[in-house]
């Protein structure tokens, strides 16, 4: 299983926030963090923001 290359941040969320990603996780059988970076990934996107990946 390859390594996944990322870095950790701790962040506290507005607990409606959090209670809102969790569940949208349980639908889409996702962890909490899969689900957050790609909330993430996908506001970025519709800020036409690229990611850059790092090797």
Do not use: H, W
Not at 17 to 27: D, M, S
Not at 40 to 55: G, H, P, V, Y
Request: aromatic share 10%.
């Amino acid at each position: 299983m390859p390594k996944y290359k990322g870095k950790r941040n701790y962040v506290t969320f507005p607990v409606a926030v959090y209670e809102t990603i969790e569940r949208l996780a349980e639908k889409e059988t996702k962890s909490f963090s899969q689900m957050a970076v790609t909330l993430c990934e996908e506001a970025l996107k519709s800020r036409e923001i690229t990611i850059k990946e790092n090797d």
